[in-house]
Every structure is written in structure tokens, then in C-alpha cells.
């Protein structure tokens, strides 16, 4: 995860945190003052992509969803978060790491890099075989389906729900190269460095 800014992490600290102490929200029996601390400031690193909007729903739900008073796992805190508002790509561990290293430039000459990435959005742990296999099919139909949009963007037939879906094909894939590239970086400085 990339290291969140300090004002990001004050919102989530106000809006969420602060918000949940206010409503008399109190700590797991058992966990010390230092636990908690350290758990709140996870969560004020890890929601701190979320929207203001976002953050003061999520504060309230958590407390209308929590019937003995006490502060739910930092778990329980994510899943509800993830429910309102996804973190960006970039802040998912599972889809740099996997991008950024062997796996990304072979899904890349492999013509599946773009369909790698949605998958890995979608499912928070590393592909399997059978995986691999619906990666690779739904990039040869994405394949086509691009050929067939631009076909029809060359006749100007194409319609708005053509276009909408080669633009978001071509986000996603420009998303996934630059994390590709951003592998392909480190590795280089790594090798100069050595």
C-alpha cells in the first residue's frame, strides 16, 4: 500500500474514529490502549482513499450495526468499508505486487493483462490454473470485441455503449501497463543498485 497523506489519514481519524469514540463506542475487553491505538491507525491508512460522504456513512453504520457498544475488528471495519467504496488499484497489494513482477510482463506478451488485472480487482488472492484458463478465454473475447468496436467506429456505427466499453477497456489497460512498468522500474533500480 502506498503510505496515505497525513490529511487523508486525519479524516478518516475525525470522521470515523472520532465520530465512533463520540458515540461511546468502546475497546474489545482485553486489548490494551497501545492495540487499539495501533489498530486505529491501520484503519485511518487503510481508509483513507474512502470520500468524506463515504467515511461519515461508514461511521454510522458501524454504529447502528454494532449493538453492545464495542469497537468491531479492524476486518469487520474493511469489509463494511469495501461495501461502500473500493480502494484504488494502486492500493491493493495483491494487484501491484502480482502486476510488478514476473507475472505482469508475461500477461502482457500473453494478451491477457488487462482481463489479469479485472480478475485480480475482483478477487483479492493470486489466480489458479482454472483461473488462468477464464482469464485467457475472456481475453480472447475482449480481443474480438475491441476488433469489432473499432470496426464499427472506423464505419461510424458504433454506438455510446461501444464506445463506453473500449474507453474503459483502454483505462484498464493503460492502469495495468503502468503497474507492469512500475515493476519493470524497481527491478532496473534494484539491478543498478547491486
Known sequence: MSGAKAEDRA???????????QAGMARKRGVSAAVHEATMGRIC???????????????????????????????VI???????????AADRRIVTSWLA???????????H?????????KHPRPPLAMDLREIR??????ARRCELIRDRIDRETANPEDRGW?????????????????G???????????
Open 101 to 111: 513482477s514476473i507475472e505482469g510482463p508475461k500477461a502482457e506478451a500473453g494478451g
Open 11 to 21: 479524516r478518516v481519524k475525525a470522521l470515523v474514529v472520532d465520530r465512533l469514540d
Open 78 to 88: 474493511r469489509e463494511f468499508a469495501w461495501a461502500l467504496q473500493q480502494p484504488p
Open 184 to 194: 519493470r522500474g524497481q527491478k532496473g533500480d534494484e539491478g543498478t543498485a547491486a
Open 113 to 121: 493483462l488487462v482481463e489479469l488485472y479485472r480478475w485480480l480487482l
Open 137 to 142: 478465454d475472456q481475453a480472447q473475447d475482449n
Open 45 to 75: 491508512e487503510r481508509l483513507a482513499y474512502m470520500s468524506d460522504d463515504n467515511l461519515m456513512t461508514l461511521a454510522e453504520t458501524l454504529i447502528d450495526s454494532v449493538p453492545d457498544g464495542v469497537w468491531p475488528s479492524e476486518l
Open 166 to 182: 473500449l474507453e474503459q477497456y483502454l483505462r484498464d489497460q493503460d492502469a495495468a501497463r503502468a503497474l507492469v512498468d512500475a
